[in-house]
């Protein structure tokens, strides 16, 4: 029923958002954005060449990409970080659709858009842990320490890798890295 309801109000199509790019957006007018991922048949109308990547920075909003277009990609990743600035942003992964499953969204190193899109989850994933820490300390009054990881380039390789730095003594929450390092203030 719930699903049938939520068809119901999930009329609105997706619109393009600049001519000659493979990059629709839509907005309703309620709060379910998000869940209108179960609804894979809503996506079926839009013609990519490639693969279906979405991403919802804002309750209300939802961005579709062709992942075959370099450039949609790059706006896409652009417009949602631009939206995190907006009340209660979503920090969601992109996400690409595949047999009606959602998935995470991964690039390899030598494509094109790696670096904006790696540099991009990193962001929505230090806005994770900001979220997390705050809940925490609304819901317990303990200040937990929240490290971001940090994005270094290695000198030699010129690889991205993150780190985060973890101070003793003090309760933190530990974030998804590469690399942690452990610190004491008198060392």
């Given at each position: ?35 209108r991922l179960l609804l894979p048949e809503l996506f079926e109308r839009l013609k990519v060449r490639g ?56 690039l390899k190193p030598n494509h094109p858009c790696y670096q904006e899109w790696h540099l991009f989850c ?66």
């Amino acid at each position: 029923l719930a699903m049938e309801n939520l068809r119901a109000i999930s009329t609105r199509d997706f619109r393009v958002v600049e001519e000659g790019l493979n990059l629709w957006v839509t907005a309703w007018p309620d709060e379910h954005t998000a869940a209108r991922l179960l609804l894979p048949e809503l996506f079926e109308r839009l013609k990519v060449r490639g693969e279906i990547v979405m991403m919802t920075p804002t309750a209300d909003r939802m961005l579709v990409a062709d992942s075959a277009d370099k450039d949609a990609l790059l706006a896409l990743f652009e417009i949602s970080s631009s939206l995190r600035k907006q009340p209660r942003p979503i920090p969601m992964q992109p996400m690409v659709l595949r047999k009606e499953v959602w998935e995470p969204f991964v690039l390899k190193p030598n494509h094109p858009c790696y670096q904006e899109w790696h540099l991009f989850c990193l962001a929505a994933m230090n806005v994770t842990y900001e979220q997390d820490a705050e809940r925490i300390f609304k819901s317990t009054k303990d200040a937990v320490f929240a490290p971001i990881p940090e994005v270094v380039q290695d000198s030699q390789t010129g690889e991205l890798y993150t780190k985060a730095i973890v101070p003793e003594g003090r309760r933190t929450s530990l974030p998804r890295c590469d690399y942690l390092e452990f610190f004491r203030q008198t060392e």
